[in-house]
């Protein structure tokens, strides 16, 4: 939740049931992923331009050939006069484009101060990259532009397929998996571990149940350089 004001310092994962391959949480190191990124031009490019999370809301009273969510079911709002009065109140960039449709988007520093290591934590959420709905049909028909959830640089500039592949295998290259077992509890700081849920496949019978929970509400005060 690094794209909000307000995050969860806290992050409680727990283990009910797990198939017999599969379904590991993987967490990453953020401080030794930000010693490394902070040596390569994207690294320094994020620390001056921050990044720009958008988000794409379908109309609930208009005909959709993709949806993912409605802006009446994300904001609890009837009216575009209701989206736009949160946009407001939050700073967010709102645009609204053809069938009712609405774009928000508002630009984040790409680092977080961390005040037990006393650094700046490579803080951005990138499972809202547009690339994540490559696999996802009808998403995946969509420009990158018009996809539910996509970040891009500060200044507006879309990731590269190369800088894209690059940020992946950098948190690939700090991260350990967690195999579960039944019963398992993890808990982690939010800041200082990143994590991800790789694909896997059910075999006839099997499930994966996990738990979450958060905690220690904490607002963002952006990097100290």
């Known amino acids: 939740m690094s794209y909000l004001s307000r995050f969860p ?3 409680v994962f727990g283990c009910e049931t797990i198939p017999r391959q599969g379904g590991e949480t993987l967490i990453a190191d953020t401080q030794a992923v ?8 994207i690294g320094q490019k994020l620390k001056q331009n921050g990044v ?3 988000r794409n809301l379908t109309d609930a009273n ?3 050939d993709a949806v993912y969510k409605h802006w009446q079911d994300a904001f609890n709002v009837s009216s575009e006069q209701g989206v736009e009065n949160i946009a407001q109140r939050e700073g967010w960039d709102l645009k609204w484009k053809a069938d009712g449709r609405v774009q928000i988007s ?8 961390n005040e037990a290591l006393n650094e700046n934590l490579l803080f951005v959420n990138l499972s809202l990259l547009s690339a994540y709905f490559d696999d996802w049909h009808p998403f995946n028909t969509l420009p990158h532009e018009d996809r539910p959830f996509n ?3 500060g200044d507006g500039e879309p990731f590269t397929e190369t800088e894209t592949e690059y940020l992946v295998k950098i948190f ?5 998996p967690i195999f579960w077992k039944p019963g398992w509890i993890a808990m982690f700081d939010n800041e200082r571990w990143a994590h991800a849920r790789p694909p896997f496949t059910l075999q006839a019978g099997e499930s994966r149940k996990l738990g979450a929970m958060m905690g220690v509400p904490k607002n963002r005060i952006g990097a100290k350089f």
Request: glycine share 0%; net charge negative.
């Open 151 to 153: 970040v891009v640089h």
């Open 106 to 113: 508002y630009q984040k520093e790409a680092y977080e101060y």
């Open 9 to 11: 310092r806290c992050l």
């Open 52 to 54: 720009r999370y958008v």
């Open 62 to 64: 208009k005909p959709n």
């Open 172 to 176: 690939e290259n700090h991260c350990l």
């Open 34 to 41: 930000t010693h490394e990124i902070l040596q390569t031009e």
